[in-house]
Structures are given as C-alpha cells and as structure tokens.
C-alpha cells in the first residue's frame, strides 16, 4: 500500500481558494491512479476528481467541473487539489486515495487521514 498524507485544508470564505496537497510515500507513486473524495457531515462519501498515473486524464464530478482542478508532480509523490470559487457546499472533509482509474471507492486502496475543509458564507 501506500501511505498518504493530506494537507491544505482550512477555513475560506465563500468564492475563495485552497490548494489541498497529498503527499505519498510507500510504493511507486506512479503506479497509481490518485483520487479525491469529499464527505460531508451526514451525507455519504462523494468522489471529486481523479487523475491517471501520468496525469494525462482526469475526471470530476459535475459539481467542481471548471472550479477544482486535480494535478500530480511524480517527481514529488504529490497530488494536488486546487479549489477555486469555493461554496459552501463544497465543506467537507477531504480525502485523497491511491489506486486503480475510475470513481468508485472501492477502486482505492490506500487512503488518507482527511483535510478539513470549511466555507463561510
């Protein structure tokens, strides 16, 4: 497995930004399709975005399309998470995970500990 650790998370006024980071270390970060996933007091654990092992595709739920951006640096293990115009909605606590392509959890084996993060209106 590999272990993950996520960063970046914090309180943001409503249409602003943060930049989550999840640093891995363990096995070969490149192997690995990186996600993120979000949950929300009472609801269920959503999928955000994901990004291939190269970094050439990625996909994101409807919700963040054109406001969240996810990229990976292999040279570092790290992927990112830039959020952008930030809505209230979007508080949650993060998650990112190491695995297979695709948006399913189950397709994740490796997870972290989870970045909160909160949106004032």
């Known amino acids: 497995q590999v272990q993950l650790v996520e960063s970046g998370g914090g309180l943001v006024q409503a249409g602003g930004s943060l930049r989550l980071s999840c640093a891995a270390s363990?096995?070969?970060?490149?192997?690995?399709?990186m996600g993120w996933f979000r949950r929300a007091p009472g609801k269920e654990r959503e999928f955000v975005a994901v990004i291939n092992w190269s970094g050439g595709s990625v996909r994101y739920v409807g919700s963040v399309k054109g406001r969240f951006t996810i990229s990976r640096d292999n040279t570092e293990n790290t992927v990112y998470l830039q959020m952008n115009s930030l809505k209230p909605e979007d508080a949650a606590v993060y998650y990112c995970?190491?695995?297979?392509?695709?948006?399913?959890?189950?397709?994740?084996?490796?997870w972290g500990q989870g970045t909160q993060v909160t949106v004032s209106s």
């Open positions: 995970a190491a695995g297979a392509w695709g948006t399913s959890p189950n397709l994740f084996d490796s």
């Open positions: 363990g096995r070969t970060f490149s192997n690995y399709a």
